[in-house]
């Protein structure tokens, strides 16, 4: 069965959808199978999809009952794509008064396909609202990605506090790791920010940081993710380390819960 991480950040610009598809990549090239979900209104679906059909919004049919549909990308890994139907969705759920019933919707899509993975990544949004909450719902675990500077500082703050209030609610979801990118280990500014990190969520500031790297802009305009782009480019090679501090650490969790 699969582990499912929800990848997110109320702050945009933070690399949730950079971090999403390159992890989504990283992990199937460990040969593991994996799933990503765009959650993030066409965010991860038009990275990596020419031209995503609006009349085929995978997500949105299956959180109202529909069909589970996914696309394979570049015969790797399945997206489960959205478009910007996606917020019609949100205003659906958010009309159902029960959140017992609105914030699960996405959990019990998943509990029919889990099996088929190793690896399910959600591609948050930015936003507080009935989508975010389905996701946190449905995740075993939340990464937070961060740029170095004060302001990603409280965006973790908050993303915290939501999980939180979801654990709060009877959801399972652990926050795993903190990510940092856009980093430069010779900045003064940037180990400064990774040390008050370090100091206000002990353990959780993965080692692994992604550095600033043009092929990870360049490969949105190609509709690639980084590996399939340049597979021996620094992104590609930050991303497979988070990749593999990611396994390390989920099987230490999972172990010391089964104890």
């Known amino acids: ?74 015969n790797k890994y399945n997206l489960m794509p959205s478009t910007l139907t996606l917020g019609q969705t949100a205003e659906a759920l958010n009309s159902i008064k029960t959140p017992a019933i609105r914030n699960k919707k996405l959990k019990t899509v998943l509990e029919t396909i889990k099996d088929k993975y190793d690896y399910i990544f959600i591609d948050c949004p930015p936003a507080y609202n009935s989508i975010t909450f389905n996701a946190m719902w449905a995740s075993d675990f939340c990464l937070i990605p961060m ?45 400064h920010i990774a040390d008050k990190i370090n100091e206000k969520y002990p353990n959780m500031l993965l080692y692994s940081k992604i550095r600033n790297n043009i092929n990870l802009q360049e490969m949105v305009t190609v509709h690639k993710d980084v590996f399939s782009y340049d597979k021996n480019c620094n992104g590609a090679i930050d991303y497979m380390d988070v990749a593999n501090e990611l396994e390390r650490k989920i099987k230490a969790i999972t172990k010391k819960e089964g104890e």
């Not at 950040?9 to 765009?38: H, M, P, R, S």
């Not at 740029?147 to 703050?157: F, G, Q, T, Y």
């Open 1 to 74: 069965m699969a582990y499912t991480i929800a990848i997110a950040n109320q702050k945009g610009g933070a690399g949730k959808t950079t971090t999403a598809i390159n992890l989504a990549a990283a992990f199937a090239e460990k040969k593991k199978k994996v799933l990503l979900i765009d959650a993030d209104h066409q965010s991860a679906s038009t990275s990596l999809v020419l031209a995503p059909d609006e009349e085929n919004c995978a997500l949105s049919s299956a959180l109202v009952g529909g069909a589970i549909e996914t696309i394979k990308i570049d």
């Open 147 to 191: 740029r170095p500077d004060d302001l990603h500082i409280a965006a973790v703050e908050d993303m915290f506090d939501i999980c939180n209030v979801v654990q709060e609610q009877g959801a399972k979801i652990t926050p795993l790791a903190i990510l940092m990118i856009c980093f430069d280990k010779r900045g003064t500014l940037h180990r």
